[in-house]
């Protein structure tokens, strides 16, 4: 229990969530806590319920059992606080960069001319310069990810829940999407829940590790990764502590595949 309701972001108390006509809960008796202003990635098997845990914290499906609370305040409907970067880049194909980013603003009524000034400003912050008036389809798979991530952070909402955004995109682009975000988040010091496949992005960008496991899926442990920032993903990778926390990520993923072989 949190001592301090303050302090704390998003709760799930032993939340199960059941689809309807499936044989197994997708989650089962899943407790977490998210304090505000964390970076947490939840990290785990294809199927355990990561996509699950970020649409019941933004309010688009309701649990079978137990609760969800967002700011002290139990979720019963669309959570508003919430910006959701889904795991496609979902932009409208018919709106250019600058109003693809700008539309949060838009929905909440601020006014052109101070509308128009943040939208350049999250331009330049996401490396767009050049491309205010390009339409989704000409920009390529990296740069909408930008636009994506712009269009969430711009209206500074309390809590950012992004799926997998980095998900398709090449190494290089992925490491430089990465450091942008380790930059941007930092500055801005809103909560963040992420959900990866990738062993070394969570610990690059995260405060703490959410290693879930599949059928049904459950929270397996949480680990701290006590990297100061502001973090620089090269200085990172070359510490002795970094290999060390891998490893213990890593060791929690074989054996859940030993697991995984042993049940099949
Ligand atoms: N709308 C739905 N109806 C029925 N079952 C669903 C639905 N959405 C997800 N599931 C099931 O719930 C479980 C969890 O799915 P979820 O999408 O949360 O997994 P995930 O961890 O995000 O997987 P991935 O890493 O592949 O994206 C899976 O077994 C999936 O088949
Ligand atoms: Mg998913």
Known sequence: ????????ALR????????PGARRAAIEDVSLQVGRGKFVAVIGPSGCGKSTILNLAAGLLAPTEGEVHFAGER??????????VTQQANLLPWLSVRSNI???????????????????????????????????RE?????QKRV?????????PSIVLMDEPFGPLDAITRLKLQQDLLNLWEEQNGTLVFVTHDLNEAIYLADEVIVMSSGPGTVRRVLDVPFARPRTIGS??????FAELYND????FTSELQTTDATA
């Open 102 to 136: 700008g539309l949060a603003l838009k929905f909440r009524k601020v006014p052109k001319e101070e509308r128009e000034a943040r939208v350049d400003h999250w331009v330049r912050l996401v490396g767009l310069t050049g491309f205010e008036d390009h339409y989704p």
């Open 75 to 84: 979720v019963t409907g669309v959570n508003s606080a919430a910006a959701y």
């Open 12 to 19: 799930f108390e032993d939340v199960t969530l059941r689809f």
């Open 236 to 241: 990172l990778v070359e510490s002795p502590e």
């Open 139 to 143: 920009l390529s798979g990296g740069m």
């Open 249 to 252: 990520l890593w060791g929690l």
């Open 148 to 156: 994506s991530i712009a269009r969430a952070l711009i209206y500074d």
């Open 1 to 8: 229990m949190s001592t301090n309701p303050h302090a704390e």
